[in-house]
């Protein structure tokens, strides 16, 4: 009896880490996004031990950020090369969960990154994640 106690009390107790390690990695921030690409993505190497990602800019059809007024804007796309062949292409719907935080921002390499300098970001967008519309 005293076997199962423990057993239970340690499965309850690995439960509550693994859920509560699960949603750290989510900002608390987020704001959708839809809109079409208005330029072709930069290429950049396969993630692997360094971190990987680019700018990919967009024309706004939708944001929930109401602070943000222009018309265009350019969001980091993390490791774009593990989304499918021909995914980001110029002209196609995307809807993206986005944000302006993330955990490990300052350990990703964006090779495109002045890109963003032309746009009036209050700090970089990072895309949560995204999926094709059209």
Sequence with gaps: M????????????L???????????????????????INEKSLTPGCGYIKYGSVIEFIIIEFADI??????????????????????????LYEMTVSYEIIDSNSWTIPNLEQLEKYNLKSKLWAINTKKIE
Excluded: H
């Design 2 to 13: 005293k076997k199962r106690l423990i057993i239970v009390f340690l499965t309850i107790l």
């Design 15 to 37: 439960f509550g880490f693994v859920t509560s390690a699960q949603t750290d990695s989510i900002p608390e921030k987020t704001y959708l996004l839809k809109g079409k690409i």
């Design 67 to 92: 602070t943000y007024s222009e018309k265009e804007i350019g969001v980091i796309i993390r490791c774009p090369e593990f989304y499918k062949d021909n995914f980001f292409e110029v002209g196609k």
